[in-house]
T-cell receptor, first 113, second 116 residues
Framework: AQSVTQLDSQVPVFEEAPVELRCNYS??????LFWYVQYPNQGLQLLLK??????LVKGINGFEAEFNKSQTSFHLRKPSVHISDTAEYFC???????????FGAGTRLFVKA | GAVVSQHPSWVICKSGTSVKIECRSL??????MFWYRQFPKQSLMLMAT?????????EQGVEKDKFLINHASLTLSTLTVTSAHPEDSSFYIC????????????FGPGTRLTVL
């Protein structure tokens, strides 16, 4: 079965430190990959996406992610986080030819002063 | 661009009543809209896929008679929770594919439903 795994349910980090949120998916067939951010009581906002081309994708708010096909991963990184980055982050996968996007369980990023 | 709105943003109702939630694409046509349910501190659970002009496709385990979905136009889909019970209390989020694109979903801000 197709699945998306976010290995860390919570990631605490100090302000201005780098962070990596991990995401792995279950199949190596052709995929589209996404990272979304959700602030409390709000919908999801697209951070970045990989459809094709360069495996390093840059998104909003200084985030970037790298698609690694051999490891079926799409980890999200930011070199220096801010307090305002505290939120829930969801990795999502759409298998090309399919129709449904599959979401990971989410990772809560908590940035401490 | 690619703005999706939901109305209401929150609603409280009595057990046994029905509640309608609207999802609108404000600046694009959405052939396909999706309805999700999210429990506290959990991921999104896809409830159904709504296609304009046709019946919605429900995920396994979702009662289609309880969660009525109508996608009457290219900019509006509605979710009606019929005979609501306290266990239906949740955060409901809709999303839409822009125009004929099938990759990126654009999400509404969500609706918090509380059933007393």
């Amino acid at each position: 079965a197709q699945s998306v795994t976010q290995l860390d349910s919570q990631v605490p980090v100090f302000e201005e430190a780098p962070v990596e949120l991990r995401c792995n998916y279950s199949s190596s067939v052709s995929v589209y990959l996404f990272w979304y951010v959700q602030y409390p009581n709000q919908g999801l906002q697209l951070l970045l996406k990989y459809l094709s081309g360069s495996t390093l994708v840059k998104g909003i708010n200084g985030f970037e992610a790298e698609f690694n096909k051999s490891q079926t991963s799409f980890h999200l990184r930011k070199p220096s986080v801010h307090i305002s980055d505290t939120a829930e982050y969801f990795c999502a996968v759409l298998y090309t030819g399919g129709f449904k996007t599959i979401f990971g369980a989410g990772t809560r990023l908590f940035v401490k002063a | 661009g690619a703005v999706v709105s939901q109305h209401p943003s929150w609603v409280i109702c009595k057990s046994g009543t029905s509640v309608k939630i609207e999802c609108r694409s404000l600046d694009f046509q959405a052939t396909t809209m999706f309805w999700y349910r999210q429990f506290p501190k959990q991921s999104l659970m896809l409830m159904a896929t709504s296609n304009e002009g046709s019946k919605a496709t429900y995920e396994q385990g979702v009662e289609k008679d309880k969660f009525l979905i109508n996608h009457a136009s290219l900019t509006l889909s509605t979710l009606t929770v019929t005979s609501a019970h306290p266990e239906d209390s949740s955060f409901y989020i809709c999303s839409a594919n822009r125009d004929l694109s099938t990759d990126t979903q654009y999400f509404g801000p969500g609706t918090r439903l509380t059933v007393l």
